[in-house]
């Protein structure tokens, strides 16, 4: 039932469509045009003057049988750079850029698939329940579509979401996150004339980060410094140094215990190196912010279960897979919608050998179709 050639054609429109986060708008409006013959109900909410990009998240509702709760399927428009003028080629039966962009199957497969479904249910008149389509904003900057959406005007209590790489995989658990920002407050001198004056906060921040666990720190947390900045000049003892840092973990209480362990640790070290001067130097300063919470849907839940009967139609195995990273999803969740991650069969996503298999793409629709059908059907 699913239209290869069609399902290509879309996907090669869409990732000719530039849309870096925060440039969403004409990918945001070549997607209205085309829903435009579905009879739906569609809407871009206010997510874009909080993102400060030029478009909003579209919500789109499709009509079905009244009587079943509605469900929702999400993928977002934005793409990383670089991710502009994409010329996509395809190439036994693989998609892939030029070579010096994106290909943008994060996540235009996902939007293609999504558009294919929708084709196959009004051509062959397929019972399905209502349809919510949301398709997010600035996922790739901090899932900020999703953490500015207005959920009031969603009625789903579950769906899925298409965000990931393997079509014979769901994904239930990813991991709740913090941010932290690491400062370390020195004092400025003259690096020649008056060294003695200064206190070195490069120097001192080394000491702290180097008493920092990094990487996999147990199966289910990990930590990341990936950013540093600080200093003005070499002739300068620097006054300033801030690291830029985050753990993740799949669990609520370690990522806490975690986070704490490493500022107090960072605290104290910093601390040590304090003299006895009026001003209080050096001196740590720790920023931590919560970046999202964790995505926990259990083995045995609805969203589960449907999605391996409906593989099991389709004679396939569904594997019930954990992800490092945290998506829309897990903010959805955080706001009620119970929301699992499906893959559509990209690669190496977030750069220029990103790529996907038409094949893949043409399982995963197969695959959102039968789950559509089993719900339609009263599988619930
Ligand atoms: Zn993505």
């Not at 003005?232 to 362990?261: F, K, M, Y």
């Not at 220029?352 to 039968?370: F, G, H, I, Q």
Request: with cysteine; charged share 25%.
């Amino acid at each position: 039932m699913i239209n290869k050639d069609r399902l290509a054609r879309l996907f090669i429109d869409l990732v000719r469509i530039d849309s870096v986060s925060r440039e969403e708008g004409r990918l945001c409006r070549h997607l209205q045009g085309l829903l435009g013959p579905f009879g739906c109900r569609q809407e871009v909410d206010s997510a874009g003057s909080a993102t400060g990009g030029d478009c909003g998240n579209l919500i789109v509702k499709i009509p079905g049988v009244d009587s079943l709760p509605p469900i929702l399927f999400s993928a977002h428009m934005d793409t990383v750079e670089p991710g502009r003028s994409v010329e996509p080629r395809l190439s036994n039966g693989i998609f892939s850029s030029t070579g010096d962009t994106i290909l943008g199957a994060d996540d235009k497969s996902a939007i293609a698939i999504l558009l294919e479904v929708l084709y196959v249910l009004k051509e062959n008149e397929i019972p399905h329940p209502p349809l919510e389509l949301l398709f997010t904003v600035c996922e790739e900057v901090g899932l900020l579509g999703a953490k500015n959406l207005d959920y009031t005007k969603l009625e789903s209590k579950m769906g899925y979401a298409l965000d990931t790489r393997n079509p014979d995989a769901i994904v239930t658990r990813a991991p709740a996150a913090n941010k932290l920002n690491f400062i370390v407050l020195g004092r400025e001198a003259h690096a020649g004339s008056s060294p003695e004056k200064g206190i070195n906060a490069i120097s001192v921040a080394s000491k702290a980060v180097a008493r920092l666990p990094v990487g996999r720190l147990d199966e289910m947390t990990t930590c990341n410094l990936g950013l540093i900045h600080g200093g003005t000049a070499t002739n300068v003892v620097p006054n300033r140094v801030l690291i830029e840092g985050e753990v993740r973990s799949h669990d609520p209480e370690q990522l806490e215990e975690v986070t704490r362990r490493l500022a107090d640790t960072f605290t104290e070290t910093v601390d040590a190196y304090r003299g006895l001067e009026e001003d209080d130097l050096p001196r740590a300063e720790i920023d931590i912010q919560h970046d999202f919470d964790r995505l926990f849907i259990p083995d045995d839940h609805l969203l589960v279960k449907s999605a391996r009967s409906a593989a099991r139609n389709l004679g396939r195995d569904l594997q019930v897979t954990r992800s490092g990273g945290g998506s829309d999803a897990n903010i959805f969740t955080a706001h009620g919608i119970q929301v699992a991650v499906l893959g559509t069969g990209m690669e190496n996503v977030h750069s220029v050998r990103e790529t996907v298999s038409l094949a893949d793409m043409v399982k995963a629709s197969e695959l959102v179709l039968e789950i559509i059908r089993h719900w339609g059907k009263g599988g619930l």
